[in-house]
C-alpha cells in the first residue's frame, strides 16, 4: 500500500486526476490518497471545499485501474482555523491550501509513512521506487530546492515532495513547530521555510524525485510543473501547470505524459457530462 496526500479546494480537480492518472497508470502497488480540503470563502469565493461529487469521479478512476485503490477526502477547515484562522501568513505567496499539509499529525488515522505531493506533479515511473526509501531515522525525505538552494542556504528544501515518518514527525514536534512558526513569524515561503525553519532530521535524496525544470529527463520518477525562472532571452518566470496540455507541449516541449493527457482530457468530458445529469462513466 502507497498512501499519499494531497491538499487543495475545488479547483485542484484537473491536477488531482491528472496527477492520479499518471501515478496509477505507471504504479503497480495499491494507492490509497488522502485529499486534505477546506472552505475558506470568507478570504476568497473560490476557495471552497472539494466537493463530493469530485472525490467520487477520482475514486472511480483509480478504482478502475485497480479496484483497491481509494480517494478519500477530509475536511480540515476547523483545524485550520483553529491553528491558522488569520494569521500572519494566511496570505502568503500561495494559497492557505499549502498550509494544510501542516495539520498531518492532528488527523486521525493517517498512516505512519505517506507521501505529500503538490497537485502539479506528475509521476513519471513507478512511483514505488520513491516510496520506499527508508525514512526510519528522519522525519522526512525530500529533494533540495532548485533556486532556494542556489540563494537561500544549500541544504533549501523543495517541500512539493515530501516522504513523511509520521512516528518521527511526532517525537520531534516537527509539524507543531512548523505551526508556531506559520502563526508567529511572517516568512516569504510561508509553509516550506515553516518545514525547513522546524526540521531536526532530514534526508536529502537525488532530484529524480522531485525534478523542477528539465521535463524529459529518462530517469525522472517525479515531475514538478512548478514556476520556472528563465533568464533568457530575457528575466521573467513560466508557470505552466500539467493539465496546460497545449502549453506543455508548445512551451515546454514536455511529451512524456500524452497517454495521461489524453486520457485526462476524455476523463474530463465524461465529468462535465455527468455534472449535467449525462451518467457516461462506470
Not at 221 to 233: A, D, G, Q, Y
Request: glycine share 2%.
Amino acid at each position: 500500500m502507497i498512501n499519499i496526500l494531497l491538499c487543495g479546494n475545488i479547483k485542484v480537480f484537473d491536477g488531482a486526476l491528472t496527477e492520479l492518472l499518471s501515478i496509477t497508470n505507471r504504479t503497480k502497488e495499491t494507492i490509497r490518497c488522502y485529499i486534505f480540503t477546506m472552505n475558506l470563502s470568507r478570504i476568497k469565493e473560490e476557495y471552497k471545499s472539494i466537493t463530493d461529487s469530485q472525490i467520487e469521479f477520482l475514486n472511480k478512476v483509480v478504482k478502475s485501474k485497480k479496484s483497491d485503490n481509494e480517494v478519500i477526502k477530509i475536511d480540515v477547515t476547523e483545524l485550520y482555523e483553529t491553528e491558522f484562522g488569520k494569521c500572519k501568513n494566511e496570505t502568503a505567496y500561495c494559497t492557505p491550501y499549502t498550509l494544510l499539509r501542516l495539520l498531518a499529525d492532528l488527523v486521525e488515522d493517517i498512516p505512519d509513512k505517506i507521501l505529500y505531493l503538490d497537485i502539479d506533479m506528475m509521476a513519471a515511473s513507478d512511483i514505488s521506487k520513491l516510496y520506499s526509501i527508508d525514512v526510519s531515522n528522519y522525519e522526512y525525505a525530500v529533494v533540495k530546492e532548485k533556486y532556494g538552494s542556489v540563494f537561500i542556504w544549500p541544504d533549501y528544501i523543495n517541500a512539493g515532495m515530501l516522504l513523511f515518518n509520521m512516528k518521527k514527525v511526532k517525537e520531534t514536534k516537527l509539524l507543531e513547530k512548523a505551526r508556531k512558526l506559520i502563526r508567529t513569524k511572517k516568512m516569504l515561503f510561508a509553509d516550506q521555510d515553516a518545514i525547513y525553519r522546524a526540521t531536526t532530521s532530514k534526508l536529502i535524496i537525488p532530484r529524480i524525485y522531485n525534478e523542477q525544470s528539465k521535463f524529459n529527463r529518462k530517469d525522472t520518477v517525479i515531475c514538478h510543473f512548478c514556476k520556472r525562472l528563465l533568464l533568457w532571452p530575457y528575466p521573467r518566470t513560466e508557470n505552466y501547470k500539467q493539465w496546460n496540455v497545449e502549453e506543455v507541449h508548445k512551451i515546454l516541449k514536455c511529451h512524456t505524459f500524452d497517454t495521461d493527457l489524453e486520457e485526462y482530457k476524455k476523463l474530463k468530458e465524461v465529468y462535465e457530462q455527468e455534472k449535467r445529469g449525462v451518467k457516461t462513466y462506470e
